[in-house]
């Protein structure tokens, strides 16, 4: 049983980020900025041992495989920012790729969004564009080889995992991958073992995802619609009028005007619940679970789905790893949505409030789960979601 965390390279400065939002701007300055917007609303999320760390220090970098390591967590699934040739926020990987330091394993997810400034509510406002037309699958696929040969890098039957996060904007998907495909088998590998990421705004079926040449799905949390949970106070008046009042402001040219905070929030608890209720799917899928998610750091349109329990982490955790039990040794993989998302309250990595407990309860579950020779052990089983 592999647990692999989506890992953000964000917290280092570069000079789009400095154009964009000013000098010197990462994550960390929305992250310590953040305010509550109800009572007992956690934020500030405020990180404890690794602190506001710098990515471009090799010292951070070890620290959190070391960290990560010792808590069982199998690798990091880097976030790969690939622009027809230009990349950003890659120097972590970067560094770790020609240093060959930390000895952790990892693999890379293209992150194929166009960035814009939803950040400040201003989503048609480009700052780079995807350009599928001109995108050169073969140049791609070269310079990803080169991680893929790296002895750390994860593999399914020796073939490299290579993740995808928006299979549907990608024209011409089937063609692309029978050019990786071919290109990575030429240098003498198995094969490319590829994963579709699914979150709430995918639109193709499961079936069309396969029918594309994908190996696997990967069920990015949060996802709301498939889970079908409803937010608390979604349609209230309240919120309904500040919506209206930014789409208008967008339609007319006038995003900077001063905008109203939004907030949906959403029940971890009944997330889990419908978690470990839904039918397995008949596709073969990587699932994916969250300690928690708040992205009031990042947008002025926030969705909360506050969780410290701890326990009911350890139960959609456990019930992940029992969905691919089943699988080839190889295949039996879950992922973390994140080592270090901490603009989106979703993160691992230890903060002032909750410290190491969803560390803590990663490691308890993949051990008892070892211990009982691949299943949940006894006692174990999501009854725990009768709690509170």
């Known amino acids: 049983m592999r647990v692999i965390c989506f890992y953000l390279p964000q917290y280092h400065p570069i000079p789009e980020n400095d154009e964009w939002w000013g000098a010197g701007f990462t994550d960390w300055r929305k992250v310590a900025t953040a305010q509550p917007r109800f009572r007992g609303h956690s934020q500030p999320h405020i990180p404890a041992d690794l602190g506001f760390y710098d990515l471009r220090l090799e010292e951070t970098r070890a620290a959190q495989a070391a960290l990560a390591a010792e808590y069982r967590i199998a690798g990091f699934c880097y976030h790969h920012y690939w622009f027809n ?3 950003l926020l890659d120097r972590p990987f970067n560094e770790v790729l020609a240093s060959g330091r930390p000895d952790f394993p990892f693999c890379l997810c293209w992150a194929n969004e166009t960035w814009t400034r939803r950040w400040d509510g201003r989503e048609r406002e480009i700052l780079i564009r995807q350009d599928y037309e001109r995108y050169d699958a073969v140049a791609h696929v070269e310079w990803l080889e080169h991680a893929f040969r790296d002895k750390r890098y994860i593999k399914i039957n020796e073939k490299p995992l290579f993740l995808v996060y928006r299979v549907d904007d990608i024209p011409n998907m089937r063609e692309i991958i029978k050019a990786w495909r071919s290109y990575v088998e030429n240098k003498g590998y198995p094969g490319l073992y590829l994963a579709s990421v699914e979150t709430w705004f995918t639109r193709l079926s499961p079936a069309a995802v396969s029918d594309l040449g994908f190996d696997v799905i990967i069920e990015f949390q949060p996802n709301i619609r498939k889970l079908a949970v409803r937010a608390k106070g979604r349609w209230t008046p309240a919120n309904f009028m500040k919506s209206l009042f930014h789409k208008t402001t967008d339609m007319v040219g006038l995003e900077h005007v001063q905008r109203r ?5 959403f029940d971890y608890r009944a997330m889990v619940e419908a978690f470990v209720a839904s039918p397995r799917s008949p596709r073969k899928t990587f699932p994916c679970v969250m300690p928690s998610w708040d992205n009031t750091a990042r947008k002025m349109v926030a969705t909360v789905m506050q969780n410290e329990d701890a326990q ?6 456990r019930s992940a790893m029992e969905r691919v039990v089943e699988y080839d ?34 490691r308890s579950v993949i051990e008892a789960f070892d211990e009982a020779g691949g299943h949940a052990a006894a006692g174990t089983s999501p009854s725990g979601l009768d709690k509170g």
């Open 85 to 87: 040739g230009r990349m």
């Open 261 to 265: 905070e939004i907030m949906l929030k």
């Open 312 to 317: 009911l982490y350890e139960v959609w955790l």
């Open 329 to 362: 040794q190889q295949e039996q993989i879950v992922f973390i949505n994140a080592w270090n998302e901490w603009a989106e309250g979703c993160h691992l990595e230890p903060d002032i409030r909750n410290g190491k407990k969803f560390l803590e309860a990663t």
